[in-house]
C-alpha cells in the first residue's frame, strides 16, 4: 500500500469513528497539512465516498461505496489475513496475482481481491463467471505441512466460508463436496486451491475463493443451476464487510488445522453435506462412478458405496446428485 493510500484509509478511519472532524484536526492526527487534507477528501470523493464538508464544522463520512478499495475494505478487518491487501478493479484471475505475489516471497495472509475477473478460473479446467458485484479473492497461506496434508484444507476452507456466511448473514449454507458453497440447492460459490510445493514441502497454497454477492441474475448457461447470496437473502449485501468476517473466520479455522489437522472440522463439513446418503454420479478421473454417498473421510476423500458392496474412497471429482434413477439435469456449473 502506497502512503498516499494508507493516508486516506486513515482519514476513512478517522470520519467513520466521529462526526464531523475539522480540516485541522484531521491534518493534525495524520500529519499532513490543511490543503494535502483537502486533497485526500476530494481523491476520496471521486472513489465514491460521500463526504460531506462544512465551513465550520469540518468534514462529515455520509456514505461509503459498494467497492472492495483498500479504504472501504480495511476499517473491517481485525486480524492478520488481509494484510497485506492488493486490489484490483479488473484482473485476469485473483489467483494468478497471488501466485507471483508468492513467488516474489509475499507472507502468508496476502489477499488478492478484485471487482472483475475476465479469465476467472474454476476447478476442473472450468471458467468462472465473475462480474462485477460478486466477491472474488485469493488468500496465500504457507502451511508448514506435508503436500498430501494439504488436501484437507479445501474443506477447511468450505466450512469457514460457509460459517461465516452463516454468522454475518443467517442463511444456512449446504456444502457438495468438495467444496461448492450451495444455497437453495444451487451453487453460490467455490474455492479453487492451488498448490505451490516440492515433494515434501508445501512452499505456500494460494486458495482463490469466489462467492456470487451481487449478481441478480445470471447467463443462459448458468441460470438454473447457480444463485447469489442477494437472491437468497433477499437484498444487497456489504461486500466490504462480508469480506472482513470471512477472512477473521477463515483465519481462526486455518489456525486450528494447522495444528490439529482437519479432525476438529469432519463433523461439521459432513452435517453440512446434505448429499450424504444419497445415490450420486461422481465424475472422477477414472470415468464415471455411480453409488450412495456414505460420507467424507477425515483425510477428506468421498466415500463411494459402489453396487456390489465396495466402498471407494475417491480424492477427487464432481458429485452430482441422481434424482429419480437419473442423473439430475444441469447440475454441472461453470
Ligand atoms: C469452483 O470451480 O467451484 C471454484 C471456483 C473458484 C473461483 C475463484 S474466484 C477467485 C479466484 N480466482 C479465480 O480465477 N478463481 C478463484
Redesign the pocket.
Known sequence: MDSAGSVRERLVQLLKDRGFVSGTEIGLRLGISRSAVWKHVRALREEGFAILGSPRRGYRLADVPDTLSPPVVLPFLSGGFGKPYRYYPVT?????RAKELAQSGAPEGTVVV?EQ?T??????G?S?H?PPG?L???LLLRPDVAPAETQTLPLLLSVAVARGIEEYLGLHPDLKWP??ILLGGR?A????AEIGAETERVHHVVA???LNVNIASFPPELETTATSLQIQWGGKISRARLLGVLLAVIEEDYRRWCRTGFAPFHAAYQKRCSFLGKEVAVVAAGGVLTGLAAGVDAAGRLLLSVPGGEVKRLSGGEVTVREEGAVAAGSG?R
Do not use: C, E, V
Request: hydrophobic residues 25%.
Open positions: 485476469s484471475s485473483t489467483n494468478d478484485a475477473q479469465g476467472g478460473r474454476g476447478r476442473r472450468r468462472w465473475s460478486g472474488w479473492f485469493s467444496n461448492d451453487k460459490g467455490g474455492i479453487l482463490g475463493i469466489g456449473y
